[in-house]
């Protein structure tokens, strides 16, 4: 069984829009900044563990991330990509501390960065399309929206939850990241009739309850050095590629299984977290989320929406960042934006969105629509 | 410390069979020559590279494998370094911390364009100062195994003996795409210039194929003694000595380290002879010659089969196929049976120590892995 | 040219531009070797999308620091072979540019293989960028942000300090939010340079082989540097440096000479403008349904310069691989359009080594799949407006309908087709004249929602042969309410 402890070190972050930056500068302004709040040089690092989608069509047309971060970093040493869709900082972060536990190493960076708003939104439509199921669902034009639609439609018949609910999450996380520097709506006030009013984009789905496609970048040091935040707990499993196929549509067993592994490393229950960032890609996933993360029994996620304990004044706040609806979702560097915003939420640094002295945080990633998931359970040690 | 339970390969060749099908068949081969179940396993790491023209444009590979083979409770995720997709997912592998670990590499490469395909692997170079300027991989290997040549002396002739020694293996190798093909020196020579100095028979053939390794912690008669990866520079023109891979020396001095041996007692080798020029340079960075002097190695057997350093005698990349993800495990496929004396009409007297060299790009990403046989 | 980031202190060199040394942290100096040679060369047989035209070589040049960069060329070269770039020898010369991340240098280098820049530190400045709709700079409609922040640098630091930006955006279109949202308006407030919109200018007569132009007086009174986008254009087949000048003139000019012919005032124009260098902004580019945001972007990280606004046109549609537009050929003046390319001087990297795949428009596409067009050289103000009404119609089910416009509509090209719509004063007449009768008849000056609403009303319905009394009015009534609706 595992046993070294592993901290966080620093962490860093662009802010999410659709600036024409290239990644290379991307990247040296998040590890600049993750840099910056430790005593490290780079060279202290010993690993670097990248997660970039590799799109053939974006201009960046390059399938060996690994050398590319050398070239840029001109050193030699092992850098590995591990992508994983919309999972991909979440399972890199994972794959890192399994790394961490298994080896003589001290520190390793985790880096994600996707360049996907530089082509035409057809295309970009295209390239998520190709992470559903080839035969069953992408001749069937079972595009992204629609296969989280699906499920949406199947928790609401089942459960009775309302598209009223969905609209609730999303204000949530456009109040949250009205006040977040980083976020894509940043100082964008969105109000509930906007949300309810935007255009259906696959039923029920409206376009607000969908995340917006950005450019960033994200990165975090995890080190066996004590710091003032530990990972205590990391778990990540992986199901059946089709929601459709699941047993149970409203259910994503990979989230539960992950939290299992995260919550019993940890040694702590659903009912002792202070913060959670979770993948609200689509509103209805960060509903399901809420009973699969066991915050509420199954088909009673709406509740927590609607008496305000997500809210970020509640008793568990949830996506304080804005999530991935509010802040943005460049796909690979979502998972560690949310290792960016549970550490800054424990050091302080949140500005107007802080909530109060949170003791244990938890970072849900999620590809595809529920395929994998990555859980991390982060302890304030401050 | 990790050890190889059991090893699988479907054959590489053309394919008429879909990717799901052919990791099935490796995972299967796998799991039989390991003597476990898939429910033994705790966690699956895959390499595949998703490309958009393979028919197949299916990008969450990770969640394809769950379905075929049925695991819904323990994680599966992919890698991805080109050429090196095999070696880079064994080592995350090897330091994954977990009991039962499946390896698993696979490509499809037969039903994209050739076009396409020089295209896919292009995307492996730098894109200002590379792909603009028409560096295709061969193109790169070319300017490469030209700076060798000026500096070093070694001639077309030299290359052209590397093909056929690996063909000469790959014909006793049922896994290989050239098996029972005889290709001879006087085909190598004439076969036409792909980019210059380089021919068709200088290039390794790109195609189908899967190839699955199954480690564990429980102790077995092969063990995984050293293990190292480096990312080496995506441009080759870059590093001050353009017939050196640095990253490869890396690698390797890490690898040797590690398993506390030195160059002199590795047995045989698989090295990544993605173009016949590459197997050259490898004989030099990973320390079985001084530098400039690796084409002595060829010209006297050293590395032929019955040389006393047999190189490839699966045949390499070159005769035994070049599926890029499947390559870097199928080549631990080829040292653990040799080790358990599979290989008939291949098969060497002295399998000690085996090493298995994958790279990926023009010598970015380079892998170093060293079996040790325990079973005497 | 090859340039390095190094730092002194670490000894490190980078191939791309960073500011800072990530290991000490102290600000990194640009190396740049001028004198290279060839120390490696290959010849490549086999084609790949981006390089389709195959044998071509690729030189590996060493510079006096010992930096190394492949080159594509389609000379044969030598080991040991000096390799120099020549300057231009006539005012016609085109530089083609590969840029290789950094900007400025690659500017200012191709600037100098002109035979002369014909500005100095004493003139005005007018720098005329590609301004025509509300974008943003991923989308490539607009002239790039950064291009044009360092053309202002570069003329900053050679002395000028009488610049200013202008444009005119498409008709329909404002200039300060199209700029705004492209970011080119930030870049001038950066710099401290006014942002003036043609529009509002003074215009002053001229008269060319015929012809009357009403021409912005900046253009008469300044030196002119044209920045256009180099795109593909669905009606005229290549929006390059001579298209971008078409906003020179005021909009009535602009529709006179869409009446005339395009094609062929369009040339007499570059003629009647005082001569002017043009910078092509290929560091994206636009293919496929260019010129709006209907467009993709190519990724073509070139530029295109000459202060032959023909020349330069002539050799991007060259290197696009595209078929020329006729305008162009009808500029160059001469009967044979092929003995024309072959003598055109093209400077930096070469014409075939430069090659590069552009996706041809289709010229009956709109931006709704069901709507086809069928033009005749329209002017932009019945063109774009039926593209935009297109594009709010996308996501509706419907039916094909074909809408007519321009008025050099020939049988010919409504031969065969159902449910047609006559869009524009000019069809609308041009198709009576024909004797052909069409589903419905819509003026240019319709309201936007009037217009919508017949057009969809058309569209969803299958069995419409004509349009009825009640269609109209309650398209009428639609746009009447949308008035009313925005008045309060």
Not at chain 2, 106 to 130: G, H, N
Not at chain 3, 404 to 420: D, Q, Y
Request: hydrophobic share 40%.
């Amino acid at each position: 069984m595992v046993s070294m402890k592993v901290y966080i070190k620093g962490v860093g972050m662009t802010k999410f829009g659709v600036d024409r930056k290239s990644s290379h500068e991307r990247i040296c302004e998040v590890i600049g900044e993750c840099l910056k709040s430790t005593d490290m040089n780079f060279d202290d690092i010993d690993v670097i563990f990248a997660s970039n989608s590799e799109s053939e069509r974006n201009e960046e047309r390059q399938k060996h991330q690994g050398p590319m971060l050398s070239t840029l970093f001109q050193r030699e040493m092992p850098i590995l990509n591990v992508p994983a869709g919309c999972a991909g900082g979440g399972v890199a972060l994972w794959n890192s501390i399994n790394y961490l536990r298994s080896s003589d190493c001290k520190n390793i960076m985790v880096i994600g960065y996707d360049n996907i708003v530089s082509l035409t939104s057809e295309i970009i439509t295209d390239e998520i399309l190709m992470g559903s199921e080839r035969i069953c669902e992408q001749t069937e034009g079972l595009n992204f929206p629609a296969q989280n639609a699906l499920v949406a439609q199947q928790y609401m018949m089942k459960y009775g939850a309302t598209s009223d609910d969905l609209a609730l999450i999303a204000l949530k996380n456009h109040e949250n990241a009205f006040d977040n520097p980083k976020a894509m709506f940043y100082k964008k006030k969105v109000t509930l009739d906007m949300i309810k009013k935007s255009p259906v984009v696959a039923s029920p789905l409206r376009l607000f309850d969908c995340s917006i496609s950005v450019n960033g970048a994200a990165a975090a040091i995890i080190s066996k050095d004590p710091g003032n935040i530990e990972i205590i707990g990391s778990g990540m499993c992986t199901t059946s590629l089709s929601p459709i196929e699941r047993k149970d549509m409203t259910s994503m067993s990979s989230t539960i299984k992950a939290a299992k592994t995260a919550y019993e490393q940890a040694g702590i229950k659903p009912e002792d977290l202070d913060i959670a960032e979770l993948h609200d890609a689509f509103t209805p996933l960060e509903l399901l989320s809420y009973e699969d993360l066991g915050f509420a029994k199954k088909g009673h996620g709406a509740e927590l929406i609607r008496d305000g304990t997500t809210k970020i004044n509640g008793s568990l706040p949830v996506n304080t960042s804005g999530g991935l609806k509010a802040k943005g979702h460049p796909i690979s560097p979502t998972g560690l934006a949310q290792i960016y915003e549970i550490s800054k939420q424990m050091k302080n640094e949140c500005g107007k969105r802080q909530i109060n002295k949170p003791k244990y945080g938890l970072a849900q990633n999620v590809g595809g629509v529920g395929t994998m998931a990555a859980v991390h359970i982060l302890k304030n040690l401050n | 410390m990790y050890y190889v339970k059991g090893v699988g390969m479907t054959k590489f060749g053309v394919h008429s069979k879909t990717s799901q099908e052919l990791c099935y068949e490796a995972v299967m081969e796998a799991l039989e020559d390991a003597n476990m179940q898939l429910s033994d396993i705790d966690q699956i790491i895959i390499s595949k590279g998703d490309s958009l023209h393979d028919g197949e444009r299916q990008r969450l590979f990770q969640g394809v494998l769950s379905n075929i083979l049925g695991c819904e409770d323990i994680p599966i995720f992919r890698v991805t370094a080109a050429c090196s997709g095999g070696g880079s997912a064994f080592w995350d592998a090897v330091h994954s911390g977990k009991k039962n670990v499946l390896v698993l590499g696979v490509e499809k490469l037969s039903p994209c364009l050739t076009k396409y395909l020089t295209d896919e692997f292009m995307m492996a170079a730098e894109r200002i100062y590379e792909q603009t300027e028409g560096l295709n991989f061969p193109a790169q290997n070319a300017l490469v195994a030209q700076q060798y040549m000026i500096k070093y002396g070694a001639t077309s002739d030299d290359l052209a003996l590397i093909a056929l020694k690996n063909h000469e293996n790959a014909f006793d190798n049922p896994k290989a795409k050239f098996y029972k093909k005889k290709v001879t020196l006087d085909m190598i020579k004439k076969s036409p210039v792909v980019a210059s100095p380089l021919r068709l028979f200088d290039c390794s053939i790109s195609v189908d194929g899967a190839a699955a390794a199954i480690i564990s912690k429980d102790k077995t008669d092969i063990k995984i003694a050293g293990s190292s990866l480096y990312a080496g520079r995506l441009s080759t023109f870059e590093s001050p000595d353009m017939s050196t891979w640095e990253a490869t020396v890396l690698a390797a001095k890490d690898a040797y380290n590690e398993a506390g041996v030195t160059h002199e007692d590795i047995d045989f080798v698989e090295v990544h002879d993605a173009f016949t020029p590459v197997e050259l340079l490898s004989y030099e960075d990973l320390g079985f010659a001084k530098k400039g002097q690796g084409p002595k190695l060829i010209r006297d057997g050293t590395t032929k089969i019955n040389g006393s350093l047999p190189v490839n005698t699966s045949g390499g990349l070159k005769a035994k196929g070049h599926p890029v993800s499947a390559t870097g495990v199928s080549q631990i496929y080829e040292i653990v049976r040799q080790m358990r004396g599979r290989c008939d009409k291949r098969q060497l007297d002295r399998t000690r120590t085996g090493l298995a060299h994958n790279v990926g790009g023009a010598g970015s990403t380079v892998t170093v892995h060293i079996l040790k046989n325990l079973g005497g | 040219m090859i340039v390095r980031w190094v730092c002194e202190k670490d000894n490190r060199k980078w191939i791309y531009p960073i500011k800072k040394c990530l290991y000490c942290g102290e600000p990194v100096k640009k190396q740049v070797g001028r004198k290279t040679k060839v120390i490696g060369l290959t010849k490549v047989n086999i084609p790949s999308p981006l390089h389709p035209i195959t044998p071509y070589n690729i030189i590996l040049l060493e510079d006096e620091f010992g930096n190394r960069m492949p080159k594509k060329t389609m000379k044969d070269y030598k080991i040991g072979d000096v390799y120099s770039i020549e300057k231009a020898k006539t005012d016609s010369a085109v530089i083609i540019t590969k840029i290789k991340y950094d900007l400025g240098e690659s500017l200012k280098e191709s600037l100098n293989l002109l035979n002369s820049f014909d500005i100095e530190k004493q003139d005005k400045v007018l720098i005329k960028p590609c301004i025509i709709e509300p974008a943003y700079p991923y989308q490539t409609s607009n002239t790039s942000p950064k291009l044009l922040d360092e053309i202002i640098k570069m003329l900053k630091d050679m002395g000028v300090s009488d610049i200013i930006v202008g444009d005119q955006a498409m008709p329909g279109n404002d200039t300060t939010a199209s700029a705004k949202k492209s970011g080119i308006l930030d870049v001038c407030k950066k710099n401290d340079i006014p942002l003036v919109d043609l529009r509002k200018s003074q215009y002053i007569e001229k008269t060319e082989d015929g012809m009357k132009f009403s021409i912005a007086k900046e253009i008469m009174e300044r030196k002119v540097i044209n920045v256009p986008v180099m795109k593909t254009n669905s009606q005229l087949g290549v929006s390059g440096a001579m298209e971008n000048m078409l906003r020179v003139v005021d909009e009535n000019t602009q529709m006179e000479m869409f009446a005339v012919d395009i094609e062929k005032t369009l040339p007499k124009l570059i003629k009647a403008l005082p001569k002017f260098v043009t910078i092509g902004d290929a560091t994206i580019g636009m293919h496929a349904q260019g010129p709006t945001l209907l467009g993709e972007p190519a990724f073509m990280n070139m530029l295109f310069i000459s202060k032959d606004p023909v020349a330069l046109d002539s050799a991007f549609s060259e290197v696009g691989m595209l078929p020329t537009p006729e305008y162009i050929k009808e500029a160059t003046g001469i009967n044979e359009y092929d003995a024309y390319v072959k003598k055109l001087e093209i400077v930096g990297d070469e014409l075939e080594a430069a090659r590069y795949h552009l996706k041809v428009p289709d010229k009956t596409a709109s931006a709704h799949p069901r709507i086809k067009l069928i033009d005749a050289k329209s002017n932009p103000l019945v063109f774009y407006t039926a593209l935009k009404a297109s594009s709010k119609l996308v996501g509706l089910p419907g039916h094909e309908i074909n809408i007519a416009m321009g008025k050099f509509l020939t049988e010919e090209m409504v031969n065969g087709k159902k449910r047609i719509i006559a869009y524009g004063t000019d069809a609308i007449n041009k198709l009576k004249e024909l004797n052909i009768t069409p589903i419905a008849e819509v003026p240019e000056d319709m309201g936007d929602i009037e217009k919508l609403t017949l057009l969809k009303s058309i569209l969803e319905n299958p069995d419409k042969k004509s349009v009825s009394v009640k269609d109209k009015m309650k398209s009428k009534l639609a746009g009447l309410g949308a008035k009313i609706k925005g008045a309060f």
